[in-house]
C-alpha cells in the first residue's frame, strides 16, 4: 500500500526569491566554465579586432623603460614568442646593447598603421636610442616590425608582443608584402599570412635579401640573391666534389655543409631537384631534368637539413634550402621553422614557395649575372680599370692581371688576380647602420676587427704614410698599413728577377664620411708589389 | 694420450721447457708482471724466433709426406715415439697428427649465442670488478656496536677532560652532528641528495634555438650576428671556406663599433 510523500512546506515569497538567486550565483560559474570549454572547441572563424595604437604606446614606454635599466631578463619576459629564434636573436642584439657603465635610454615612435595577420596586429616601430649622458655621437636608430597579440573580443585587455626583428629604415613598407627586383630578376611574395622583412645587404651578406615570416608561427622564409664566384685562381677547390659553379645540386650541398661547419649537430638530407610551380610546368614541358637548363634556361634543387631538438623546438626543427639559378645568378631560400609547425603550415610554405617567380627566363645568362651587380653595387670594369659612379671610386688595376666582381654584403667588391696567384682587392664598406658617419676611430677599429678574424698580424711602423692624412687625390683620409698573414699556399719558387713575399699583405685604408675602403695587396714577387703599389695609388675619390 | 706438439726451443738454455721463466706465485713472466687491462693492447707483439718460419715449414712438409705414406705407417695416438739418443728423458720428439686426430681436436663451431654470452660474461664480470673496487669507497652502515663504544668512548673522553664553556658547546655541538650522522636516516638522505645533484648536473642541457646557436658561433662585431636569421652566417662561412684569405665580405655591426670606440 503505498503512502503519498508528505508535501513540503511552501516557502514565503521573498525566501523563494533569495533561493532562485543563490541557485543563478552558484550556477552562473559553471555555465560560463561550460560557454568557455564550448567556444574553445568552437573553430574561429572570426579574427581578433585590430589593435590600437593607444593600446599598444603603454606597452612600449614599458619596453623602453626596461631597455632604459639594461634589464635584458625583463625586457624579455614581457613577450610571449611566436618565433623563438627571432626571439633569441632579439636577445642577442639586448645584450649587445648593454654596455657596461654605458646608461642608455630608448625611445619608441610608432610609424604607420597597424596591421592585421590573422590574430596578431603588426606595426613598424622606430627605435631612437642615446647614451644617457645626452652624448649625440652614442645616437643609435634603427626601426623593427613588432607583433602583438590580444585577447579575441577584448580591446581592453593590455597587447602582449609577440615578435620583434629589426628592419632598415631606408626600406619602406612594401606593398602586399611582395618583394620584387627587376634587376636582380625575381619576385617573390604576396601570400597573406606572411610578412616580408627587407635586409641590408651588409648584415646579409648579399647583394639582397630578406625574410618571409608567417606571423604567429615559428617559420620563415630567409631570401637572398648572390653571384657565385669562379674558383680563385690560385687552384682551391670548392670543396668536395668539385662542380661547375651554378648547378644548383652542388649550391645546396655547399650551404649545406657550411651549415654543418657552424653546427656539427645538424643532419643534412640529400639534394633533390626542385622548381617553383610557375616554373615547373615548362620544365617538365622539356623532360629534361629540373636540374639541368632547359627550355627556360633556369634549374633548381632543394635539400633538407634536419636539426636536433632544442628548448624552442622539443620534436627537433628542420631548415630546407631552395636556390633557383640562371648561370651564376643565385635566388636562395631557406624555409626554416619547427618540424611540427612545418607540417601543420605545409600548404601556406608552398604557396610562399609557389610565388617566386623569375621574371625573365631566356635572359642572357652573362647579363643575368652582371645586372644586379652594376644595380647594386654601381660599378663596372673596363679593361682593368674599375669605375663605380654610384660611390665616386676609381682604380686602374695592374696590367696583365684578370680582373673581376664579386657579390657579398660591401657595397662593392672587386679583384684582380695576376697570372702568378697574386691578388688585389678593392672592398667598399657602407657606414653601419646605426652610425651616422665613418671616422678614423671607427675605420682602424673596424680593420683591427677584420685582422683579428683572418688571423693577421699589424706590423708597428713609423713610417709618415702609416699615419691618416688627408689624401690629395682623395677627398678623404688614407693610410698604408703592413700585416703579415699566415701562410695558407704552398710557397712558389720565386720569380725571376724578384723574390717570394707571399706572407706579406699590404692595405691601404681609405675613410670617409658615407664609406670605409680597403685595398688590400697579396704579391708574390717584387715585379708584382710594384704593381699592387702603383694600383693603389692610382684610386681615385673625387 | 696423445698431446698437441710441443715448440722445439732450440736456443733455450732450460732444455726445452717454456714454462720454467712463469712464476705463478708472482705472477710474473721471465720477470715481468703482468700488464694492466689498459696497457694490453699497447704491448709490443711478442719476438719471432729466427727459425720459426723453417721449424714451420719442415713440420708441414713432414706432416704432408706421412699423409702420403699413411698406408705405410704405423702410428697409433697413444703410443708416442721413443725419444732419441741425446736427448732429455721424456722428451717427445716429433709428434704427429693424423688428419682424423687433427679434425677430433678442432675447435667446434662457435653456437649462435656464444658471441651474446661471451660479452654478457665479459660485462658481468667488468660489472663486477667495479662494484668490488667501488664498494672500497662507500662508508659501511655503522654497526649499533660502533655506535654504543663510541659514545662511551667520546662521553669518557668528556668526563677526564673537561673543557672551557665556549668550546664545551662547539664540541656539544660537533657532538649532536657526528650523533646524526651515526643514524641510518640521516645518511640515507646524504645519500639521496648527492644523487639528485649528480642527475641535476650530469643531466644534458638542452640546447639553444637553432638561430642562436648559428649566431653564438660568429664574432659580435659582424652585422651578420644580429641578422635575425641564420643564411648570412651559412654564405660567411661559404665564403671563407671559398677563399680563407679574402677579407669578410659582411658589413660591421654599429653598435659594436659605438660601444667598443675609445676602449669602452
Known amino acids: 500500500m503505498s503512502r503519498a510523500l508528505p508535501r513540503q512546506p511552501r516557502l514565503p515569497r521573498r525566501h523563494r526569491f533569495l533561493r ?36 599598444i604606446q603603454p606597452v612600449l614606454g614599458q619596453l623602453d623603460e626596461l631597455f632604459a635599466k639594461a634589464d635584458a631578463v625583463a625586457y624579455l619576459a614581457q613577450f610571449e614568442p611566436d618565433h623563438p629564434g627571432a626571439h633569441a636573436q632579439l636577445r642577442q642584439q639586448l645584450l649587445s646593447s648593454f654596455a657596461p657603465g654605458v646608461p642608455l635610454q630608448r625611445t619608441s615612435t610608432l610609424l604607420g598603421k597597424p596591421r592585421q595577420f590573422g590574430a596578431r596586429t603588426v606595426v613598424r616601430v622606430h627605435f631612437e636610442v642615446r647614451a644617457a649622458d645626452g652624448r649625440s655621437d652614442a645616437l643609435y636608430a634603427h626601426d623593427a ?31 602586399n608584402d611582395l618583394f620584387r627586383c627587376p634587376a636582380c630578376n625575381y619576385e617573390l611574395g604576396g601570400v597573406a599570412g606572411w610578412l616580408c622583412v627587407p635586409q641590408r645587404n651588409d648584415r646579409a651578406q648579399a647583394l639582397e635579401a630578406a625574410s618571409f615570416y608567417l606571423i604567429g608561427t615559428d617559420i ?22 668539385e662542380t661547375p659553379a651554378g648547378q644548383p645540386l652542388a649550391v645546396v650541398e655547399r650551404l649545406a655543409a657550411a651549415l654543418r661547419r657552424l653546427d656539427p649537430t645538424v643532419r643534412p638530407g640529400i639534394a633533390v631537384p626542385w622548381l617553383p610551380e610557375n616554373h615547373r610546368a615548362a620544365a617538365t614541358a622539356t623532360t629534361a631534368p629540373a636540374t639541368t637548363p632547359g627550355a627556360t634556361g633556369i634549374a633548381g634543387a632543394q635539400l633538407a637539413v634536419d636539426l636536433p631538438a632544442d628548448r624552442a623546438n622539443p620534436d627537433g626543427s628542420r631548415a630546407v634550402f631552395h636556390v633557383v639559378t640562371l648561370g651564376a645568378l643565385q635566388h636562395l631560400m631557406l624555409v626554416r621553422g619547427g618540424q611540427r609547425s612545418l607540417q601543420e603550415h605545409a600548404p601556406a610554405v608552398a604557396a610562399l614557395l609557389n610565388s617566386y617567380r623569375m ?54 667588391r672587386v679583384v684582380w688576380t695576376s697570372p702568378q696567384g697574386s691578388r688585389l682587392w678593392l672592398l667598399g664598406y657602407a657606414t653601419p647602420e646605426g652610425m651616422t658617419k665613418w671616422c678614423r676611430e671607427t675605420a682602424d677599429l673596424w680593420f683591427r676587427e677584420m685582422c683579428a678574424e683572418k688571423g693577421l698580424t699589424i706590423v708597428a711602423s713609423t713610417d709618415a704614410t702609416s699615419t691618416w692624412k688627408q689624401d690629395q687625390g682623395c677627398s678623404a683620409d688614407s693610410r698604408l698599413v703592413t700585416c703579415t698573414a699566415p701562410i695558407r699556399v704552398p710557397v712558389l719558387q720565386s720569380a725571376p728577377g724578384g723574390s717570394v713575399a707571399a706572407q706579406q699583405r699590404l692595405f691601404r685604408l681609405v675613410v670617409r664620411d658615407d664609406m670605409f675602403l680597403v685595398l688590400d695587396g697579396q704579391a708574390r714577387s717584387d715585379d708584382e708589389w710594384a704593381q699592387v703599389r702603383a694600383a693603389m695609388a692610382s684610386l681615385r675619390l673625387p | 694420450m696423445m698431446g698437441p706438439n710441443k715448440p722445439e726451443r732450440g736456443n733455450s738454455d732450460h732444455g726445452g721447457d717454456e714454462f720454467l721463466d712463469w712464476n705463478e706465485i708472482e705472477g710474473t713472466f721471465e720477470g715481468r708482471s703482468f700488464p694492466s687491462e689498459s696497457e694490453w693492447m699497447n704491448l709490443p707483439a711478442p719476438p719471432i724466433a729466427d727459425d720459426f718460419v723453417a721449424r714451420t715449414l719442415a713440420a708441414l712438409r713432414e706432416t704432408a709426406r706421412h699423409e702420403t705414406d699413411q698406408h705405410g705407417t704405423n702410428l697409433r695416438s697413444d703410443q708416442p715415439e721413443v725419444a732419441t739418443e741425446g736427448a732429455a728423458e721424456g722428451t717427445v720428439v716429433g709428434h704427429l697428427l693424423t688428419p682424423d686426430l687433427l679434425a677430433a681436436f678442432k675447435a667446434p663451431e662457435p653456437s649462435k649465442d656464444f658471441v651474446a654470452r661471451t660479452l654478457q660474461a665479459v660485462q658481468d664480470d667488468r660489472r663486477s670488478r667495479w662494484r668490488d673496487l667501488l664498494a672500497k669507497y662507500v662508508a659501511p652502515e655503522p654497526s649499533p656496536e660502533f655506535v654504543a663504544r663510541t659514545l662511551r668512548a667520546l662521553a669518557n673522553d668528556g668526563n677526564l677532560s673537561p673543557r672551557p664553556a665556549a668550546r664545551s658547546r662547539a664540541h656539544a655541538r660537533w657532538g649532536v652532528v657526528r650523533s ?23 643531466q644534458p642541457t638542452t640546447p639553444a634555438p637553432f638561430e642562436q646557436r648559428v649566431a653564438d658561433s660568429a664574432r659580435p662585431s659582424l652585422a651578420s650576428t644580429y641578422a635575425a636569421n641564420p643564411l648570412p652566417a651559412v654564405l660567411a662561412a661559404l665564403e671563407s671556406s671559398d677563399d680563407p684569405e679574402a677579407l669578410p665580405s659582411g658589413g660591421a655591426s654599429g653598435m659594436w663599433l659605438l660601444l667598443h670606440r675609445e676602449g669602452r
Open chain 2, 180 to 202: 646524526s650522522l651515526s643514524k641510518p636516516w640521516f645518511l640515507s638522505l646524504m645519500a639521496l641528495a648527492a644523487a639528485l645533484f649528480v642527475v641535476v648536473i650530469l
Open chain 1, 359 to 412: 621574371l625573365d627566363v631566356d635572359c642572357d645568362r652573362a647579363l643575368a649575372a652582371a645586372r644586379p651587380l652594376a644595380h647594386h653595387t654601381g660599378g663596372e670594369l673596363a679593361g682593368t680599370t674599375y669605375r663605380n659612379t654610384q660611390w665616386n671610386v676609381a682604380v686602374e688595376g695592374p696590367n696583365g692581371w684578370q680582373p673581376g666582381l664579386r657579390s657579398g654584403g660591401n657595397l662593392f
Open chain 1, 20 to 55: 532562485l538567486a543563490l541557485a543563478n550565483a552558484l550556477a552562473l560559474p559553471h555555465v560560463v566554465a561550460f560557454a568557455n570549454v564550448v567556444a574553445a572547441c568552437l573553430p574561429v572563424k572570426a579574427q581578433a579586432a585590430t589593435l590600437g595604437l593607444p593600446a
Open chain 1, 220 to 241: 620563415a622564409c630567409d631570401l637572398s640573391v648572390r653571384i657565385e664566384d669562379p674558383l680563385p685562381s690560385t687552384g682551391q677547390v670548392s670543396g668536395a666534389g
Open chain 1, 145 to 175: 616590425m613588432l607583433a602583438f597579440r590580444s585577447a579575441a573580443g577584448d580591446p581592453t585587455a593590455r597587447p602582449v608582443p609577440t615578435f620583434c626583428v629589426e628592419v632598415p629604415a631606408e626600406f619602406g613598407s612594401l606593398p
